[in-house]
Each structure stands twice: as structure tokens, then as C-alpha cells.
């Protein structure tokens, strides 16, 4: 069965550094072949899209809020897609999800795109 494991999140202070991983497993083709997304949802929030990533990585696009803090990566030959997140915020805080896209990711990252969702990783920036 596809799935996708988040991991990385925790508590920083303003202005540290957090990188997530997405590890899949189960899925019907290699990783390559597969867009890739990060979302995130705030208490009270609607999940919003952060970043998302081509299967072969060569084309990644952000969300304006986290644009020049945040690089998305990913390593095939170890089936993990990354969020390297700089510079981090209050504001940041929320659940991280990374989760399939369904047709070729666009700077629009919208959820309703996006499938094989995982659990979530929570990641809390507090002084």
C-alpha cells in the first residue's frame, strides 16, 4: 500500500533551521515518477500548500511566505523528498504533510491536487 512517512519536525527558536523528510514505501512506480508536495496546517487554519517538487526534481516552486527560506530536494535512490526550512518564523508553526500530486505540480500547490497524504510532523518555532 502506498504510503508517506513524515519525520524532522520539533521546537526551535526564531530564525533556526528544521529539515523534514517524506519517506515512501509501497508505491506501484519508483519515486521519480512522482510530484511531490509539502503542506501545512495551523490550529484553526486551512492546510495550505508550501512547496512542491517534479520526480525528477528539476522543477520546484514555493509559496510566497517561505520562498528564499525553504528548498525542497529530493534523493530517488533513497525514496525521501526533503524540506530544508531557514530562517524559520512563529508563524511557521503547524503540522507539516508531504503527499503525492496527482497531475504535475504548478506554482498553485493546492491540496485538493494531492493524494497518499501522510500523518504529519509538527513543527513548533517558540523562543
Known amino acids: 500500500q502506498a504510503r508517506l512517512v513524515e519525520s524532522g519536525g520539533g521546537l526551535v527558536q526564531p530564525g533556526g533551521s528544521l529539515r523534514l523528510s517524506c519517506a515512501a514505501s509501497?508505491?506501484?512506480?519508483?519515486?521519480?515518477?512522482?510530484?511531490i508536495g509539502w503542506f501545512r496546517q495551523a490550529p484553526g487554519k486551512e492546510r495550505e500548500g508550501v512547496s512542491c517538487i517534479s520526480g525528477r526534481g528539476s522543477t520546484t516552486y514555493y509559496a510566497d511566505s517561505v520562498k528564499g527560506r525553504f528548498t525542497i530536494s529530493r534523493d530517488n535512490a533513497k525514496n525521501t523528498v526533503y524540506l530544508q526550512m531557514n530562517s524559520l518564523k512563529p508563524e511557521d508553526t503547524a503540522v507539516y504533510y508531504c503527499?503525492?500530486?496527482?497531475?504535475?505540480?504548478?506554482?498553485?500547490?493546492?491540496?485538493?491536487?494531492?493524494?497518499?497524504w501522510g500523518q504529519g510532523t509538527q513543527v513548533t518555532v517558540s523562543s
Open positions: 503527499a503525492r500530486a496527482i497531475s504535475p505540480c504548478t506554482p498553485v500547490i493546492v491540496p485538493g491536487e494531492y493524494a497518499s
Open positions: 509501497g508505491f506501484t512506480f519508483t519515486l521519480n515518477y512522482y510530484d
